[in-house]
């Protein structure tokens, strides 16, 4: 079934504010979502909503906590998210961000003990809209092995490069992982493979299966040893920047999906308006150059990144949002 | 054979002066290049130095050019690198990055017009040195297809994030694809296949043969998709804050490795001094979990990133670096 954009944002924003969310941060909050559904990242979005409030039941997300500034050099400012919750807190921190590089034309602002931010691209998209390129980036629980490892002991941290391309974004937006738990749960339920390897099995062999690799919890980082790699840096980096605890610290928690709480983000922007026209110019010519090779084996299509969610946004505009019926029913009872 | 750090430096720096490069270039660039081979990246060390003196004979490496400043923001800074060589360009600008970091907490130093900066590590390790963490990036020619192409129209383009750790340094620094071209060349003239898939052959299937992918320029972008998108980011930042040519235009200037010439990078520093201690601790707690994880099948050791190099500076140190005898009488004979 498809769910019209406003309804899905009404009726997320409701159950916010019935279970404490003052206003302001119920309105943003069920934006967010009800954008990150529209993008197609329905795992994160709607998806994602009987967890949040189930967070906050338990005190793991404190929905009316802002966050509050704990250091500020120039371009660099230090937030404690005080759990508040993950997408509102991320947003502030881009918007600070933002606001530095308009001063200094570089601006980053870390933020230690929040909660999960959702969709990361969100914040690319928004930097961009203010005329910022973006590098942001979470961590997370421990949900894929160290390289060398079989044990899940580091994030999958998303890592987002996004810049302004017009009135619109060219955005890299990806875990370190190659499948998501959410594309691996959603290749699942549709009875799929995987299009290439994401993980091994219990005797340590590359599997396409998305369903062992969910019970495994064994997902295979981007480029082997190359991802795992730079997910424990960005671990080192944000936990550093903010203060907050490293991803092993998130891992103690628990072990279930509601355990990740009090996790650390770094929002980098950098100031490009003065360059609208050129942006537009460089990035166009690059698009062009790509989406003119000569396609590979079995494609007939190049796209360039973030191509297919804006598609998805158009036709998730016009026909409504995909939702599962048992999830909407869900949402609607809570 | 095996020749030590100081004659590896000087023969290199005598041979620099030889082809007109000043004194004070010719010993940081011979440095690095030194340095380079040291830390084992043997590829853009002294393998890669017949290379640079053919470029300085075509005028494509202008040795005594040094970055001219185009524009500066508080923060963010713009450089044209003017062809000069590009490991000294690179350590110019990321010793920019640096200080404007100390002045604002975080600094940007984008340049244009470049050259090669041999090992990316280099300048990480720099910024971890002065007391910043440092994300960089630079981009290169056409080596690598687009996700869905089979022409190599993006570069595969190395990122490096590091941090500092004491005294020392942890630090991811790795390319798009999953194997450079030189680690191609050192597996297929060592006779050996690589450890995993690294790219396409002329049919279009992955394939472990070094020698195969290195004739059909279809080397695998790490998490195939996603390292593409990474790659097409990093063109288009680097591209836009530095006003240089994007990857494409490179390519136009010819097809063998010495058109490999004006090239865009970006240096980000962030300065963390502050919290020398505190740094020191998170990053070692780090390190203990993740060496903690139970093996996976077939590994007898787990390495945090950048751990290996470590290991080869010491070993080489001692016994002297590895060079092959015929690159080293090129070289000599120069």
């Known amino acids: ?59 793991y997300i404190k929905p009316n906590e802002r966050p509050e500034c704990v250091s500020s050099l120039g371009a660099l400012e230090v937030w404690d998210g005080k759990l508040g919750m993950g997408n509102t807190n991320a947003a502030f921190c881009m918007d600070r961000a933002v606001k530095l590089a308009k001063e200094n034309g570089i601006g980053c602002a870390a933020l230690r003990n929040t909660n999960h931010w959702m969709r990361g691209g969100a914040f690319g998209v928004q930097a961009a809209g203010a005329g910022c390129a973006a590098i942001c980036w979470t961590t997370g629980m421990p949900n894929m092995p160290v390289w060398g490892g079989k044990k899940p002991c580091i994030g999958n941290n998303p890592l987002i490069f996004c810049i302004p391309y017009g009135d ?58 190359k991802g ?27 072990n279930t999906p509601e355990d990740e709480y009090g996790l650390n983000q770094v929002f980098i922007a ?17 698009i062009a150059d790509i989406k003119a090779a000569p396609f590979a084996e079995g494609f007939s299509e190049i796209r360039y ?30």
């Open 228 to 254: 795992s790699g730079l997910s424990i840096l960005m671990d080192m980096i944000a936990s550093v920047l903010s203060g907050g605890k490293p991803v092993y610290e998130i891992g103690r928690q628990g």
């Open 270 to 286: 950098i100031d490009v308006r003065a360059r609208t026209t050129e942006t537009a110019e460089t990035i166009g010519a690059i």
């Open 1 to 59: 079934m498809r769910i019209n954009y406003d309804t899905l944002y009404k009726v997320m924003k409701e159950r916010l504010v019935k279970y404490g969310a003052n206003e302001d941060i119920a309105c943003a909050c069920a934006r967010n979502l009800a954008d990150t559904s529209l993008c197609g990242v329905y795992s994160h979005g709607l998806n994602r909503f009987t967890r949040i409030i189930s967070m906050i039941k338990k005190g």
């Open 168 to 225: 619109s974004y060219v955005m890299f937006d990806g875990a370190m992982a190659q499948f998501s738990y959410g594309s691996l749960e959603s290749a699942r339920l549709a009875g799929e493979k995987l299009p290439v390897a994401g993980g091994y099995d219990e005797r340590g062999r590359l599997t396409d299966d998305p369903g062992i690799i969910a019970k495994t919890w064994r997902p295979l980082p981007i480029g082997f040893w």
């Open 305 to 334: 990144p973030s191509e297919r969610e804006k598609r998805l946004i158009e036709e998730n505009k016009k026909l409504g949002i995909p939702v599962n019926e048992g999830i909407w029913n869900a949402v609607n009872a809570l």
